[in-house]
Structures are given as C-alpha cells and as structure tokens.
C-alpha cells in the first residue's frame, strides 16, 4: 500500500509521525514533573533520647553515644571557653621605676644530674620569707615607706622567667636567679646584705650551688670584691645628694 504512495505523500507520513512523537513525550515528562511537585516535603528531625530509652535523666549529656545527632556536638562546642582569662598582674614587688643604674645578680644551681622541682621551690622560699608577686616571680618586700618594692627578687632561670604556681607541681629548673636593681628602696650595701644570707639559705635548703654574675662558684674573695663596689656605689649616690655650699 506504502509503494503506491508518491515520495511527496511519503514525506508528509514520516514528518507527521514525528511529530505526534514530540508531543506524546512532552505530555508524559510534563505529568511526570507534575507529581514530583505535588509530593510534600517531609521533616525528618533527629530523634531526642528520654530518661526510659538510655536511662540517664532528661538534659544529661555526661555521656554520648557514637550515633548521636550531630547538632548536639555542635552546641557543645560553641559553649565551651577556649581559653580561660587572664588573671590580673600583682603589685606586690612592683618597683617605683623600671630604670636603674646597676644590677646586681647571683645564680642558684642544681647540682649536676639534678634539677630543683617546684614544690621544693615553693617550700624554701617560704621558710626564707619571699613574696609572690608582680610579674609572678618572688620578692624581699622593702618596710616602712616602701614597703612593697623589692629590695630584691627571684626568677626562674628557664625563660619567659616566671613561675606559674598553677603548674608549680610541674615544675623541674636547672636553677633561679636572684638580681636587685639599683638604686633601691634600701642603700646597695643593706640590699646585698639582706639578698646574700637569703640565697645562701636556699642553697642549703635545695643542695644547689651558688654562683656569681659569670656563673662561678660564689667564693670568699668573690663576695669581698661585690660587697666593695656596692659601697663606692652607695658613696657615689650620696655625694650626689650633697648640695653646694652645705
């Protein structure tokens, strides 16, 4: 029947059923879109444990199971504190002025093989009557009317220097340092005399050693020749406040 049509009748056949192809397959994607869009969107919300399913009370989070929901790790996290706060810097030991013409050092040295640990630190200090204080290192408060300036003070020979009685336990230094800047709330001389007897009681005390500004044995001749140049230092002070004429 098809071979008795011309080509051009031909033609017309094959477009039309092209045609009615197109149209079928749009009316069933557009059908198809259609019931998608009609589906409601359903709410899945993460289940809430309750005291009969886990057998802790409700809102207690003391323990966690792997699978639980991810949001309460989420609120976990944003009401925890990095870090804590800062804590206020003492005055006590705070000096009048951080300028000063000379210092004046002394170093306390675990013996070979040893280290001086924190609670041994904290025990001798207290029994020489040392003073925690400003910028958390120990001080030999000055009386009268300066009293709470350091005649002299104590810090750890490993830096930043201070001591943080937080982590005293913690603790293990090879040493302390003992310095006073002069001039002070005392003369030189009585500064000296007051840091010398102190640090030699800690040596006791830890079985350290003491040593000198250079890191030697602290010997007699040592402490002689200290002693004189803190009293020409004193001297020099004094005629400074000389006035002419008087």
């Known amino acids: 029947m098809l071979s008795n049509l011309s080509d051009d009748a031909m033609l017309r056949i094959i477009i039309g059923a092209v045609f009615l192809c197109v149209i079928i397959y749009i009316l069933l994607s557009s059908r198809k879109r259609s019931r ?23 809102g207690d989070d003391s323990e966690h199971s792997t699978d639980e929901p ?10 925890e504190s990095a870090e804590p706060a800062p804590r206020p810097s003492s005055r006590i030991g705070m000096r009048s002025s951080d300028s000063y013409e000379k210092l004046v050092m002394l170093y306390l040295a675990a013996k070979s093989g040893h280290s001086i640990s ?10 020489v009557g040392l003073v925690y204080g400003h910028n958390s290192i120990y001080h030999r408060l000055a009386e009268g009317v300066h009293a709470n300036e350091p005649i002299f003070s104590m810090a750890n020979v490993i830096q930043p220097g201070y001591f943080d009685l ?14 006073m800047t002069l001039p002070g709330p005392v003369t030189a001389i009585q500064a000296w005399d007051s840091m010398l007897p102190i640090a030699e009681r800690m040596a006791q005390l830890l079985d350290a050693v003491l040593l000198d500004s250079d890191r030697n044995a602290l010997g007699r001749q040592r402490i002689l020749h200290i002693k004189e140049e803190l009293r020409a230092f004193d001297r020099d002070k004094e005629r400074q406040t000389i006035k002419p004429g008087r």
Request: net charge negative; no cysteine; charged share 30%.
């Open 118 to 127: 924190g609670a041994e630190l904290v025990l001798a200090t207290e029994k």
């Open 36 to 58: 998608t869009s009609s589906t409601p969107a359903v709410r899945i919300d993460p289940e809430m444990r309750t005291a009969s399913e886990d057998g802790l009370p409700e």
């Open 166 to 179: 937080d982590q005293i336990d913690a603790l293990q230094t090879p040493g302390v340092s003992f310095f």
């Open 70 to 79: 991810e949001y309460r790790e989420q609120a976990k996290l944003h009401f």
